[in-house]
């Protein structure tokens, strides 16, 4: 494993990073971990917009919609020419 030292960091982004890794419950350096394996993980490109979505907010959960059925058949929103 390789050892990375970072100089000259702000107070205020060490303060940011000390609160997000207490937040993730993790210590600094493995947050830092974590942020850098993130950032140059190799995305999928070929991954729709919703599957996306889905992946990103997952964890939240859904929501069931209890839709009645239609009374009317479906129409185009355009009459054809």
Do not use: N, W
Not at 50 to 58: K, T
């Amino acid at each position: 494993m390789a050892a990375v030292s970072i100089r000259d960091l702000d107070d205020s982004v060490r303060e940011k990073l000390r609160v997000r890794a207490a937040r993730h419950g993790r210590s600094m350096e493995a947050e830092m971990r974590a942020i850098l394996t993130a950032a140059v993980r190799d995305d999928d490109s070929t991954q729709g917009l919703f599957s996306a979505l889905v992946d990103r907010f997952a964890e939240l959960g859904g929501v069931e919609l209890d839709l009645p059925p239609r009374a009317t058949p479906a129409r185009a929103a355009y009459p054809p020419e």
